[in-house]
């Protein structure tokens, strides 16, 4: 069975870090565009970062440039969030997606990912 599990959600107050972590299990992530998002009450679905498959192409939002950083591990099983400096605007529900018809690029168009974590709340607040 394909899936994607997430961890590492929280509260953190402002100016906090935490790290988001995704695993995958019944695929590997190196052949896949993989990318975060998130969703926070009453908007749309948003992509926050993503990288192509083999890792040639990453792109992140212009609202946590320089704040968050997208990786995998050498086994291509896990993926992670780094995310410092966090704002309260970047309270949400974040999801992890993979998209192994993806070749070469990737997107911030959630239709374009075939799986899709559970999500994990970040709250970020004093």
């Known amino acids: 069975q394909l899936q994607l599990v997430e961890s590492g959600g929280g509260l953190v107050q402002p100016g906090g870090s935490l790290r988001l972590s995704c695993a995958a299990s019944g695929f590997t992530l190196d052949g896949a565009a993989i990318g975060w998002f998130r969703q926070a009450p009453g908007k749309e679905r948003e992509g926050v970062s993503c990288i192509s498959s083999y890792g040639g192409r990453s792109n992140y939002a212009d609202s946590v440039k320089g704040r968050f950083t997208m990786s995998r591990d050498n086994a291509k099983t896990t993926m992670y969030l780094q995310m410092n400096s966090l704002k309260p605007g970047d309270t949400a529900v974040y999801y992890c997606?993979?998209?192994?018809?993806?070749?070469?690029?990737?997107?911030?168009?959630?239709?374009?990912?075939?799986?899709w974590g559970q999500g994990t709340q970040v709250t970020v607040s004093s």
């Open positions: 997606a993979a998209a192994p018809r993806l070749v070469g690029l990737c997107t911030f168009h959630p239709d374009a990912y075939d799986y």
